[in-house]
């Protein structure tokens, strides 16, 4: 099913030549769920094309670059020291009133284990997809979907002042938050503003924060709807960040003020400088009921896949990239139908993550609801269990023991 590439005389709305390629797959974004796509459609023999819309992947970064060991096996890494900054034990959860319970790295979700340097990481997994055979293009901007018949069939694209007609069998939508080509496309990707963490970061410099562990401070005085984070990168420096909720942010919670504010009051952070910000806007929402369309499929925060409770979004990205590579590699291979393949990726991320998924969408929702005095029984409740034998059942136990209104809340999930 490999294609050849051919430059055609195309000429839309009076501009230059328009140049035609052909693909099995295009790509559009170059984060960690597009270029694992990438990376395991073109093992398995499609040829593909991967577009990213900045002059290099993984720049800016937008994230808290904490991630679990256990993206080694998903996605089959190297850990590598060019993009492994730290290595951590394990997580902190501190409650408004200072009590707090760790969790083991191997219990403490996606975001706990490595802190990456998102960048490097980024463009260690678009090098890996051009291993495989993928191309690249950067700085190139896909403008429009092609649809033809009821079905997608490519983009348009504009790269380096020229125009560019991409047709492909399966086009794929890994372009992020704004998922500007799944809402194009016709997938039901819009969020209420309780769907919506508005983020922070800063990388600060003088830190004395412990390097052993992540840090995550919740409740409404520290973070409404969200958390604190402090990501340490090594001895002295550290990624401090904060994700609000847009429903308290438009009500004039800006993650800024609470940030600053956070900062100064810790004796860990006073003097630190910082020498880097960056922010943006993360989905907290369930993914919709279908994530593709007759030639079409998203991946990644563009097909809502962020976890809900914690906001990190790498690992399922990377995961669910690799689940549709495989099946456009078998499309490619003459296995598969496009929309066998389609079918199989839709069968096959629901059932590695939208249970998960949908556990942490109804315990954020339930943890918008707590008071901060509310929290602080949670906390304590769930740092009296010893760590080895925590487990869901464990903690309603132990919350009905402290504060049975407080368990009523969560008993129709854990």
Excluded at 85 to 112: M, W
Excluded at 114 to 125: A, E, T
Aim: proline share 3%.
């Amino acid at each position: 099913m490999r294609k050849g590439v051919s430059r055609g005389g195309h000429n839309h709305g009076g501009g230059g030549e328009v140049k035609t390629l052909k693909y099995d797959v295009v790509v559009v974004g170059g984060g960690p769920a597009g270029s694992s796509v990438a990376r395991y459609a073109a093992r398995g023999g499609a040829k593909v094309l991967m577009l990213e819309k900045r002059q290099e992947v993984g720049s800016p970064v937008r994230c808290g670059e904490g991630v679990s060991k256990k993206i080694l096996q998903k996605i089959e890494l190297e850990p590598l020291e060019s993009w492994i900054a730290n290595e951590v034990a394990g997580a902190k959860i501190i409650s408004p009133s200072g009590s707090q319970f760790e969790l083991s790295e191997d219990l403490a979700g996606n975001e706990t284990g490595y802190i990456i340097r998102r960048d490097i990481f980024d463009k260690h997994l678009a090098k890996l997809a051009a291993v495989e055979g993928a191309d690249i293009m950067v700085k190139t901007t896909a403008t429009s979907l092609i649809k033809e018949d009821g079905k997608i069939k490519g983009v348009l694209a504009r790269h380096l002042g020229e125009e560019y007609r991409i047709e492909a069998t399966v086009t794929v939508a890994a372009d992020g938050f704004e998922a500007r080509l799944s809402r194009e496309a016709g997938l039901k990707t819009s969020l209420k503003l309780r769907d919506v963490d508005i983020c922070i970061q800063y990388e600060m410099v003088g830190v004395k924060a412990d390097p052993l562990y992540t840090e995550f401070y919740v409740g409404q005085g520290y973070a409404p709807g969200g958390y604190v984070w402090i990501f340490p990168k090594s001895e002295r420096v550290a990624n401090v960040g904060i994700g609000v909720n847009l429903m308290f942010s438009e009500r004039g919670a800006t993650p800024r003020r609470y940030l600053e504010k956070f900062i100064a009051s810790r004796e860990d952070l006073k003097g630190a400088k910082i020498v880097e910000i960056n922010g943006g806007a993360v989905s907290v929402s369930m993914p919709p009921e279908s994530v593709t369309l007759p030639g079409f499929a998203a991946v990644g925060d563009s097909a809502r896949m962020i976890d809900p409770l914690t906001g990190g979004g790498v690992v399922n990205g990377a995961v669910a990239g690799r689940v549709l590579g495989e099946a456009l590699g078998r499309m490619a291979q003459g296995k598969l139908s496009p929309e066998e393949a389609l079918a199989e990726y839709e069968k096959g991320w629901r059932k590695k993550m939208e249970v998960r998924l949908a556990r942490n969408y109804l315990a954020k929702e339930k943890l918008l609801e707590l008071t901060d005095e509310e929290m602080n029984d949670l906390i304590e409740a769930v740092g009296s269990i010893k760590l080895e034998g925590l487990s869901t059942a464990a903690i309603l136990k132990a919350v009905k023991e402290a504060k049975p209104s407080l368990a009523e809340k969560f008993s129709d999930f854990l």
